[in-house]
C-alpha cells in the first residue's frame, strides 16, 4: 500500500466527520421539491459518487499535489499545473501499434503485471487460448476479481502513463489535431522513470494472481458485499445508487474478451443518510481522479450532496489519493448522478437466463440488434430468450461471445477497455468480417432489483434518445442488444478520446482549438436543442474528439427531453460545470443550462482546469450558486474568447445566449476547420463533400473554405434569435467532413464502399468485407459496415419539426408519447426506419432544398427509395408483434 494511502484516508475519515453534518444541511437545501415528493426515486444517483472526489478532476491543485507523493503520475493531476511533457515512444520500445498491448498497461510502466499471463492481459483480442480460458466456469470468479485492473489498463491514452511511453501521437495545441510523431519530446524520457515507478507501484500493490493465472487486482468490491461494504451511505433521494467498479462489467466475463483490464474498486458514499450494506455493482465508480477514462464519475444527480465527497477505492490505483486527498477535486467524473448505478447484484457472479423476460415493460431498454445474418431473425423481440443473441444458437453475434469466433456472423469482439462509467465499462469493438470499430458500452442489468429496473429505464432513455441524434458533433447511436444479464450499446467509436483526458495529457489548448472545438460543440448543441432536449452533463469529459479534431458530444445519460417551457430543476450535473440555477433551484431546468457549461468548458480548455476549481466541490457549489463572482477567465484568451464566456457564464439563464445564437459570436464564428485534407480520391468525397458544399481544407490551411458553394450549405443561425429561431438555422459545422466511422444505426444506415460513391447497394450492408451476404439491416449483415454516410444533413431535416424557439415545445419528434409508447424490438425500429425514412425522403426528396444540389438530390432519392425499401423488408422480416412498449421515459429530472 503506497505510504500516503493511509494518511490520505485517516484525512478523509477526519473530513468526514466534520463534514457530516454540513452535508445534511446541503442534502436538505438542496433537495428538489420532487424528489422529496418521491422519496422513492431516492435510491441514490445514478452516477457514482466518485464523481467530485475524484476524477480526473482533482482540481485541488496546488494543495493536492503537494500533498500527493505521486506527483509525477500527471494523470492523476487533473487540474494541477504540469508540465507539458509529450509522451513519445522511446527508442527500442516494442512496436505497440503490433503489439496488442491495448490493455494500457504500459509494459515499461507496470513490469510486473507482464509477469502475469500476458496474453490476457495485454491482448485486447481473444486469441482462442485465452478465450477458451476465460470460459472456464471455474475461472468465474477469478475474473470477476481480475476485473480490477485499473483504468490504466486502457490503451486508448486515457492514461497518461501509458501515452508517454506508447503514444506516438502529438497534440497539436493550437489546432486540436493529433499527429504522427517521429521523435520524442524532450521531457518524455525524463518523465517515464517517474511515471513508470509509481505506476508499478500502484499496480502491483493489490495484485494477486488468480488461480487462473489471471493477474487479478482484488478490489474491495470483490470481497463479500456485506462484509466490504458496510454501511454504505447514499443520498436519500435522487436517482440511482452508483456502485463502484463493477464486477458484473468484468471483461473476463466474457467469453470473446482477451485482455480486459478493468478495475474494480469499492467506494463508500458518505454524507447524508445511512443505508444498509448495499451491494453495489457499477462501473463508473472506479474512475479516476486522474483518469480520462471515466468521464461521468464526477457527475451527480439526485443528491450531489452526498456525493460531493467520495472516498476512493483502497484497491484501485485509479483512486489513488494522489489527485487530491481532500476528494473533493472536481473532474470529469465529478458529476452528481441521477440514476444509472447497475447495484451489485447477489447473482453478480452469473447472468439470469430470465432477466431479460422478468424485466417490466417499463425497465427495458429500447434495443437496436446490429445487422444479422438473415437466418438469424426471429420473430420475438430482441428482448425476448429467443431473440437473444445470447440464447440463440443462431445468433452467435453477441459482443464477447466465444463462439463468435466460428459464426461467419458474429464479428463484434469486445476489445480494449476505453472507460468506464456509471453504468458500465466501454470497449473497442470490432468487427472482423468488415474490419470496422465502434464502442460497446457494456451494461449489466438485474432484473429483480428496482435499481436495476431504474437503471433500465435510465439506459432505455438515454438508447431511446441516442437513437434519435443524428449530427456530426454528437456521437453516433449504432445500435443495441441484450444478452441474458447485459446490454450492449454500439456508439461510434471516437479514438481520440475526450478533451478532459487531451488536457491531462498535453496541457491547456491554444485558440484556434478552443475556438474550433467550441464552435463544434455549439454545433452539436444547436442540434440538440433544437429538439428540445437538454444534455445536463456539458464538460471537457463528455466531449470526445477523434484524431481529425473533431468533436462529438457523449454521455447522454442526464439528457433530458424539456416537455415543457422548462422542466423541474434537479441537482444533476458536474459541480464545476453546473450553472447557478441548478444549483439555486431558482428556476426551470432550460436549454441555457448546457451554455453556462460550455462557458465552463472553455475555461477549462483554456486553463485545463473548470472554473472555480480552487475551490472543492461543496464550497464551489456556494460559489457558483450564491455569489455574484464569475470565474477568472484567463488573460491569454482573445477578447473574443472573453467575451464568449462572459456571455455564456451570464447568471440570468435569460441572459445567456442560444446556442445558436452563440454560433454567430466571432470566437466561433470563422474557427478555422481542423480536419485533414481528405485522402480519399474526389470521386470518394464527392457525395458527402457535395452535400455538405465543402471541400477538404489543410490541417489549419484555411479558415475559409476554398469553395463558393461552402457557403450556401454552411447554415448558420444568423437569423436566428429567442424568437425568431428556426431549426434550418441550425449551424452545420463548416468542418464537416464524411466521417470514416459509420454513422447512425447499422440498421437504417447500413454502411458499404458503394456508398462512399454514392451509390446506395441493395444492400445497405453488402459489402465485399461482409461475407453473410446480408440484405438488410437487420435480416442480415454482420454489422455496422462503413459508408460514407449521406445523410449529415438529416438533422436539419429533423429539426425541421422543431418549434421556432429552442426553448419552446412542440417536436413532435420528440413526442413523449413516442418514446413512452415505443415498442422495443422491432417495432421501435421500424418507428425510427420510419423517420428515418421520411426524414431522409423529405430532406432528398420530396422536400429537396436549393441547399442541396440536383446530384445530391437524385442520390437522397436513392437512398430513401433504398431506405423505405429496407423499410419494407424489415417490417416483413421481424417480428411485427410489438413487445411491450418501451420503458417510458424516465424523467430523470
Ligand atoms: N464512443 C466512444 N468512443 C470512445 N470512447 C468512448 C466512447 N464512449 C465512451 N468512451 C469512453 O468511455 C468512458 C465512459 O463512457 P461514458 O462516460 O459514456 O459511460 P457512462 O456510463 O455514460 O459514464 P458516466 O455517465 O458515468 O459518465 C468515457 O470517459 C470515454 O473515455
Request: aromatic share 6%; net charge positive.
Amino acid at each position: 500500500m503506497p505510504p500516503w494511502w493511509g494518511k490520505s484516508s485517516s484525512k478523509e475519515a477526519k473530513k468526514k466527520a466534520t463534514k457530516e453534518s454540513f452535508i445534511d444541511t446541503l442534502h436538505r437545501k438542496f433537495k428538489s421539491p420532487a424528489e422529496a415528493k418521491f422519496p422513492s426515486k431516492s435510491g441514490g444517483s445514478r452516477r457514482h459518487n466518485s464523481d467530485i472526489a475524484s476524477e480526473k478532476g482533482s482540481q485541488s491543485q496546488a494543495q493536492s499535489r503537494s500533498s500527493s507523493p505521486s506527483k509525477h503520475v500527471s494523470r492523476c493531476q487533473s487540474f494541477a499545473e504540469r508540465a507539458v511533457a509529450q509522451p513519445l515512444p522511446l527508442p527500442g520500445l516494442p512496436p505497440t501499434g503490433v503489439v496488442r498491448t491495448d490493455s494500457g498497461i504500459s509494459p515499461s510502466a507496470k513490469p510486473k503485471v507482464e509477469k502475469g499471463p500476458k496474453p490476457c492481459l495485454f491482448l485486447p483480442l481473444p486469441k482462442p487460448a485465452c478465450i477458451k480460458h476465460k470460459l472456464d466456469p471455474a475461472d468465474a470468479d477469478g475474473e470477476l476479481v481480475f476485473a480490477s485492473i485499473s483504468s490504466e489498463c486502457s490503451v486508448e491514452s486515457n492514461d497518461p502513463t501509458d501515452s508517454r511511453q506508447r503514444s506516438p501521437l502529438a497534440f497539436d495545441y493550437e489546432t486540436g489535431e493529433r499527429t504522427a510523431l517521429g521523435s520524442p519530446p524532450r521531457s518524455a524520457v525524463k518523465d517515464q522513470s517517474a511515471v513508470g515507478q509509481i505506476s508499478t507501484k500502484e499496480v502491483t500493490e493489490p495484485v494477486n494472481l488468480s488461480p487462473s493465472g489471471h493477474v487479478s487486482y482484488r478490489s474491495p468490491r470483490r470481497r463479500p458485499l456485506n462484509s466490504h461494504l458496510p454501511s454504505i451511505q447514499i443520498p436519500s433521494h435522487g436517482a440511482l445508487f452508483s456502485a463502484p467498479g463493477s464486477s458484473i462489467s468484468s471483461p473476463s466475463r466474457s467469453p470473446m474478451r482477451a485482455a480486459g483490464c478493468e478495475q474494480v474498486s469499492s467506494s463508500t458514499l458518505w454524507a447524508g443518510k445511512t443505508y444498509q450494506d448495499f451491494p453495489l455493482l457499477g462501473s463508473g465508480h472506479c474512475s479516476s481522479p486522474g483518469s480520462g477514462q471515466n468521464s461521468g464519475h464526477n457527475s451527480m444527480g439526485g443528491d450531489m450532496v452526498g456525493q460531493l465527497f467520495w472516498q476512493p477505492s483502497r484497491g484501485s490505483p485509479e483512486y489513488s489519493p494522489i489527485p487530491s486527498p481532500r476528494m473533493t477535486s472536481p473532474g470529469p467524473s465529478s458529476r452528481i448522478h441521477s440514476g444509472a448505478v447497475t447495484p451489485i447484484h447477489p447473482r453478480s457472479g452469473g447472468g439470469s437466463s430470465e432477466l431479460q423476460t422478468s424485466w417490466p415493460d417499463d425497465a427495458k431498454p429500447e434495443s437496436h440488434p446490429l445487422p444479422r445474418p438473415p437466418l438469424t431473425i426471429s420473430n420475438s423481440s430482441p428482448f425476448s430468450h429467443s431473440n437473444s443473441v445470447a440464447t440463440s444458437p443462431s445468433v452467435p453475434r453477441s459482443p464477447g461471445r466465444a463462439d463468435n469466433l466460428s459464426s461467419p456472423g458474429s464479428r463484434w469482439k469486445k476489445g480494449k477497455l476505453l472507460g468506464r462509467g456509471t453504468f458500465g465499462h466501454v470497449y473497442v469493438g470490432f468487427n472482423s468480417d468488415s474490419g470496422e470499430m465502434c464502442a460497446m458500452k457494456e451494461v449489466t442489468l438485474f432484473s429483480d432489483d428496482a435499481k436495476s429496473k431504474e437503471s433500465a429505464k435510465q439506459l432505455a432513455q438515454e438508447i431511446a434518445l441516442l437513437s434519435r441524434l443524428r449530427h456530426p458533433n454528437i456521437v453516433q447511436y449504432y445500435g443495441s442488444e441484450m444478452v441474458p444479464d447485459k446490454l450492449y450499446i454500439y456508439l461510434e467509436y471516437v479514438s481520440g478520446g475526450s478533451i478532459y483526458k487531451l488536457l491531462q495529457e498535453y496541457g491547456p489548448f491554444g485558440e484556434t482549438a478552443i475556438r474550433s472545438y467550441t464552435q463544434q460543440i455549439l454545433s452539436g448543441l444547436a442540434y440538440l436543442h433544437a429538439k428540445n432536449t437538454v444534455h445536463r452533463d456539458i464538460k471537457g469529459a463528455n466531449i470526445l474528439v477523434d484524431p481529425n479534431g473533431r468533436i462529438k458530444l457523449a454521455d447522454f445519460g442526464m439528457a433530458k427531453h424539456i416537455t415543457g417551457q422548462s422542466c423541474p430543476l434537479s441537482l444533476k450535473g458536474s459541480p464545476y460545470w453546473m450553472a447557478p440555477e441548478v444549483i439555486k433551484n431558482s428556476s426551470g431546468c432550460n436549454l441555457a443550462v448546457d451554455v453556462w457549461s460550455l462557458g465552463c468548458t472553455v475555461l477549462e480548455m483554456a486553463t485545463s482546469k473548470p472554473p472555480w476549481s480552487q475551490y472543492e466541490g461543496v464550497a464551489a457549489m456556494f460559489k457558483i450558486g450564491n455569489s455574484k463572482e464569475l470565474p477568472a477567465i484567463p488573460e491569454q484568451l482573445s477578447e473574443e474568447g472573453k467575451d464568449f464566456v462572459r456571455k455564456c457564464l451570464q447568471r440570468e439563464p435569460r441572459n445567456r445566449p442560444t446556442a445558436a445564437e452563440l454560433l454567430e459570436h466571432p470566437f466561433v464564428k470563422d474557427a478555422a476547420p481542423l480536419e485533414k485534407p481528405n485522402i480519399f480520391p474526389a470521386s470518394f468525397d464527392l457525395p458527402c463533400a457535395a452535400a455538405n458544399g465543402i471541400k477538404p481544407v489543410g490541417v489549419g490551411s484555411a479558415r475559409k473554405y476554398p469553395t463558393p458553394e461552402s457557403g450556401t450549405l454552411a447554415i448558420h443561425s444568423s437569423r436566428a434569435s429567442k424568437s425568431n429561431f428556426h431549426c434550418s438555422d441550425i449551424h452545420i459545422p463548416r468542418n464537416i467532413s464524411c466521417p470514416v466511422s459509420p454513422i447512425g444505426s447499422p440498421l437504417l444506415h447500413p454502411r458499404s464502399p458503394q456508398n462512399l460513391n454514392g451509390r446506395m447497394s441493395s444492400s445497405p450492408i453488402s459489402s465485399p468485407l461482409n461475407t453473410s451476404g446480408s440484405s438488410t439491416p437487420i435480416s442480415g449483415g454482420n454489422g455496422a459496415i462503413p459508408f460514407r454516410h449521406i445523410n449529415q444533413s438529416v438533422y436539419l431535416q429533423e429539426a425541421r419539426t422543431v418549434p421556432n424557439s429552442p426553448y419552446m415545445n412542440g417536436s413532435s419528434y420528440w413526442d413523449p408519447d413516442v418514446l413512452r409508447g415505443a415498442p422495443s424490438g422491432s417495432h421501435a425500429f421500424r418507428e425510427l426506419a420510419s423517420v428515418e425514412c421520411d426524414a431522409l425522403g423529405k430532406q432528398f426528396g420530396r422536400h429537396a432544398t436549393g441547399e442541396l444540389r440536383n446530384g445530391q438530390s437524385a442520390l437522397a432519392n436513392r437512398v430513401s427509395q433504398q431506405l423505405l425499401r429496407d423499410h419494407v423488408k424489415l417490417i416483413s422480416s421481424v417480428d411485427l408483434n410489438p413487445s411491450p412498449p418501451l420503458a417510458g421515459r424516465t424523467d430523470g429530472a
